[in-house]
């Protein structure tokens, strides 16, 4: 008997771009994204998300598609622990729970502390040849283009509390809102209170510095959405068909599930297609590589 053909193997990457093909229909073009927090060194770790999202986009553009390779660097995002690998690390907890992008670089080299780090990784990745475009959300939040869609989260507020108190075992407080803002004084976010006033207006007081203002939504560089509603809001404002997350987002009630619920039923988009994948260990050492353990 002749030998029977061998069926060409199929990569993980064209099983996937044949589901958001499938999922999302025939579009023009495909969004797919992938996001990364400045925080401290970039490691292998970031890069294993970065490389799993190009091997989906290389997928699609076989497949004959228009593909767009968003990354977002969280540039916004607060610093919350100071990273063993710094020159001087005890210098640094001043800046803790202020932005990233608004602190130094602690070699003295970049425009900023998130900028040293984005800097580099910028260019490693586009050596090994990832068509990607960068954006940084300090600038996104700062220039007023998510004013509308933070509207829009307060004005519905006690539907996201709905929302994420489905998978909660002690409910959010009464005064919970979906957003973090930053003093405009002292520069963290540090809140005593913080208050939707209805429209454009938002109250707060710094437990920091005792600052306390009221401020516009459209205008202020300093407010965000908080991480459950930040993500699917980008979904909705990027139109993303493809993001893959870790296996800490993608738990029963975790940050992936409480965002599909929150684009579908406060933003009236469909959720991305999906690829959990694994964490990147080092040989011998328990947990997953860390930003902060330098």
């Known amino acids: 008997m ?6 060409k193997p199929v990569h993980w ?5 044949s589901r958001v093909m499938g999922v999302k229909g025939d579009k023009p073009q495909y969004v ?21 999202v190009d091997f989906v986009a290389r997928a699609l553009r076989r497949a004959g598609k228009n593909v767009r390779f968003i990354f977002s660097w969280d540039d916004f995002d607060t610093f919350r622990k100071v990273p063993k690998n710094l020159p001087d690390p005890k210098s640094f907890e001043q ?3 202020i932005p990233v992008r608004r602190m130094p670089d602690p070699w003295g080299k970049a425009s900023s502390y998130a900028d040293g780090f984005v800097k580099k990784f910028e260019a ?3 050596g090994v ?8 959300q300090h600038d996104l939040y700062g220039t007023g283009q998510y004013a509308d869609s933070m509207r829009h989260a307060l004005e519905n507020t006690t539907k996201l509390k709905e929302i994420l108190n489905r998978h909660r075992t002690t409910p959010l407080a009464d005064d919970w809102l979906p957003t973090a803002i930053y003093c405009e004084a002292c520069g963290k976010d540090t809140m005593e209170y ?25 205008e202020t560089k300093n407010l965000k959405l908080n991480w459950r509603t930040d993500w699917p809001m980008r979904w909705a404002y990027e139109k993303v068909d493809f993001e893959p997350g870790g296996k800490d ?7 992936y599930d409480t965002a599909k619920q929150i684009v579908k039923e406060v933003y009236d988009w469909e959720p991305p297609v999906y690829q959990q994948y694994d964490f990147v260990m080092i040989k011998g050492q328990g947990g997953k590589i860390s930003s902060s353990s330098g």
């Open 129 to 136: 040849g990832v068509d990607v475009e960068f954006l940084y």
């Open 249 to 255: 987002h993608s738990s029963e009630g975790g940050s």
């Open 32 to 52: 797919v994204a992938s996001g990364i927090t400045p925080s401290g060194t970039v490691h292998v770790g970031n890069f294993r998300e970065v490389i799993t």
């Open 194 to 218: 913080q208050k939707y006033a209805g429209e454009w207006s938002y109250q707060y007081k710094c437990a920091s510095c005792q600052h306390e203002a009221t401020t516009d939504i459209r």
């Open 95 to 97: 800046y803790l729970r």
């Open 13 to 17: 990457a064209d099983q996937v771009a």
């Open 2 to 7: 002749a030998d029977q053909p061998t069926a």
């Open 124 to 126: 490693e990745i586009r």
